[in-house]
């Protein structure tokens, strides 16, 4: 506006907004992550996010590299739960080829997705937590994480982008430790969210900060496709680990934790319970491992999947992955497509934080459970 | 009793503005009877009356002075009381609170790391304990960056506001007996709180002068957060200052050595407002709001870097210790404890002219309170690394519908409470207290007095938050649930009358 | 519906029992901090810091880290047959290996062979997923259990054959 406008100040004063640029480097945008807030005040009236900071064209790479090269890429979509990308690749080339996975390999698979799935909530629960101001949850977290991690990283070879799964099943069997290392964990595991949870899920101030917060209703939640533990918060039922079963999850026991009302707090409630139900899961897995191989017998060393083309879905802990993959019968694939969860999940951000403060964006970007390296591709 | 207070949930149907007036009508009434029963009431309390308790000597406090040593040297007595000694305690107190402010740093970080299952610094010195001295160098090493577009001569300049209002302060705070104290004036407390009050500028200053939209909010919300909770713990300091009878920091201290009693026992419920406003006023968790790392960064000094922004941390810091030692001095008796005389005495004799004992004296003194705001201060940094941050709504709901209300009701009860227990003669009913020339004696059977009177305030606070709080009081999932769906409806419309959207 | 409480969470309320109970768990967690004693990464322990370059971590037997090319110990000649299958299959094209043919004598026949030459491994781009290690057919690419890689300058993590063959110094930490 100029400023020699007749009533220059009026016009000032009848825009009440003002634009608030929060990222890419913000401490609580979870990476590199923009958001344009429109503020009122502290009250968000809009909502704009700037997504791209991280894109690196894994598709397009995809198609110059053959198959199994394309595994560590899976790695870096999902960086926090590298283990959940790795499997939903795999698996979609093993359905190509049309191979068999050893029992055990397939066990095995579960205890790692399943201990990946602990970790990236922990790492959700921590960052969640420290945008809310708890600092010392986000300590207590990477501790258990980081043994985690450390299992994973006797086992396969690396801790974070792990490249743990080759097509067919494993390079290398379970080192010896490994079930005493696991059993070691989820012993001590349950008595340490317990921890977590007398700090905050009676707390009046996370209350306060959580209960009511993006709220999201189950039509709005599936209209915008989500899914994942978001969806689940706002009363559906659905995961693929049991809508489209995959690797061996059907002969496991466990239960799929939904909340009411889909907010903030009920999402976090969901993810709780949903680490308890992972500890389930490695538990009936570990009881159960058989014995055996853990590579398939007949992968050649040239991957070459007969033309075609397949469609396969994981539940990631962050939702539903699916990988569209279009063999035209060479070594390397025509055409590589990911639906990434964290993507789609954070289209429902602006339905989630218009009309909440500025406070609560931080929060919701938290509750959405986002990772950039996904977001972006 | 279940019954009353679902009853009361389904009656208040009224304006929050009924329910404010209701009580104050209430204690109105009550005040009348008081005034039109006085004499009866005094008629039947002089005859039920016990004798009150003999007031004890007087307390043992050091006569002998450093100003003597001084002025043996050839200075004048008006010269060495009022320009020598002062500069000297002042010079020492400035050395010791810019060290316990840099190890203060040193033990918040040892603080969360070990609630954090960390070691916290472990490498410069043994312990980690030179980490204080790596800091400040480095940030002395830093480059004074001024951002471009800010206001020059008002951001380099804020900084100094806050820790001079800070350091200020310092010579009125309590720290020990007799020359243990740089100053004692009689408007004391009030000119603490008055002084404390300017560090704010600095804050609003740095936040409007960097040029920084989120420098600009952390200062918009500090100077909210600080204003309001100034209300609460001026007020809460009320209840306590009618035992005390004085604004000096020094005679608060002597009014509970004498009675025997820390004003904690008779003033919980103010202790409990003073100890949550301070961790507002000193933008403590769960009150961090202006310098909320996860939502405005690092707020108004974010711009800052290098040494400019180590004196706002330095003033952050010193405020801790400055409304910590108020605390202790007004509801934690100061510099006194149970004993601490005979303690003395077996050292040093009971001469109290003697100058040994008054250095005995004045050091254990000194000892008492240093620890006694050091546990405090404890308990501060224990709370900020256990609890989540309020939003800022939030925030000022605790301000005045829960901290402001309670603290009326408390003055205003405690006051009543206080006329009932005087001794007739002195204008009261029951005679509990006695006011002697040493200052205010409450006996056995006063205390006891006070402990119900703090019963019943409890109970009428607890109504009365409830009234005020329908909201906000519920631990119920879903009413909270509804109650944020009505503010975020409320907060859209108020953005769409206004055309922001 | 109703907020009809019991007189128990009213006061519960007042006293702030929520905030309370998380405020122990956080004492206890500071109170056994003081006196128990600490080793390093126990994660039943209230201190779980490791202080690394003074206590070594445990690098697992199969950790991927600093390249490594190994030499026949009987030898002392390098395994690798410069097949450039370690080349072909890194997904990010860390490695160059190139060969010369040299003749050598086999009893009467003269015979080709290819020799290694250089061997250039640029470890700044390798995202040590192992599939090099993995295809290498005569077991002489590794990636050791080193993890101690960073270096001065981004030319200095670009490793030569003899680097890959010698290993880097580690600095290590004393005191
Ligand atoms: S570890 Fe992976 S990225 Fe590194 S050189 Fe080997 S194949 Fe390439
Ligand atoms: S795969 Fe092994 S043998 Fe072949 S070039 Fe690479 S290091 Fe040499």
Redesign the interface.
Known sequence: MSSDAPNASEHVF?????L??MGPQ???THGVLRVLL?L?G??V??LDCDIGYLHRGVEKICEH??Y??????F??LDYVAAINGDLVYVEAVERLMGVEVPRKAQYLRVILAELQRITSHLLWLATH????????I???TF??R??ILKII??????RL?T?AF?IGGF??DA?PEFERDVRAFLD?FPGRID?YE???S????????T???G?LSAENAIDIGLTGPVLRASGVKYDVRRAAPYSTYPEFDFEIPIGE?G?T?DRYLVRMQEMRQSIRIVQQALDGLPEGDVMAARVPRVIKPPAGEVFHTNESPKGEIGVYLVSDGTNTPYRLRVRPPCFVNLQALKQLA?????????ALIGTVDIVLGEVDR | MNRAWGNFAQRRKGATVSSIVRPGLVSFAVSLFLCVFDAPLREVAAQTQTQAPPPPPSPVVPTWSPVELIESLGVSHGFAEYVVLPAIQFAVLLAAILTAVAYLVYLERKVAAFIQARLGPMRVGPVGLLQPLADGLKLLAKEDLVPQGADRLVFLFAPVIAITAALGLLVLVPFGAAWGTVTDINIGLLFLLAVASVGVFGIVLAGWASNSKYALMGAMRSSAQLVSYEVAVGMALIGPLLFARSLSMQEIVEAQRFTGLWFVVLQPLAFAIYFIGSLAETNRAPFDLPEAESELVAGFHVEYSGFRWAIFFMAEYTNIIITSAIAVTVFLGGWSFPGLETAVSWIAGTDPSTPLYSVVFTLATLGVFTVKVALLIYVVMWIRWTLPRYRYDQLMDLGWKWLIPVSLANILITALAFLLAMRPDQGGVFGLLEVTKNGLWIGWTGTAWFIAVNIATFTVAAWLLKKLNRTSWTTDIDALRRAEAQKRAGRLATATERGAR | MSERRSIGSILRRLFLVDLIKGLAVTLRYSARALVEPRDGANPLQSIYTAQYPKERPNIPERWRGAPKLNNDPRTGESLCTACNVCALVCPVDVIQVSHASREFRDGEKVKKKKVLTTFVFDTSRCMFCGLCQDNCPTLCLELTQEFELAVDSRAGLVWDREMLEKGINVVTYKK
């Open positions: 009848e825009h009440t907004e003002m608030l640029n913000h401490p609580s429109k009122d502290e009250t009236v809009d590299d053959t199994p090269m394309i595994t560590p890429y790695d870096r937590a420290l945008d809310i101001g708890a600092a010392t986000f300590l207590y501790r258990e980081e043994e990283e006797n086992f396969i070879g690396a982008t490249h080759r390079e290398w080192n001590m921890e007398t700090i905050l009676e707390n009046r101030i996370w209350l306060a900060r209960v009511g917060i709220v009302t907010d707090y218009i009309g909440h403060l500025m406070a609560d964006v931080v």
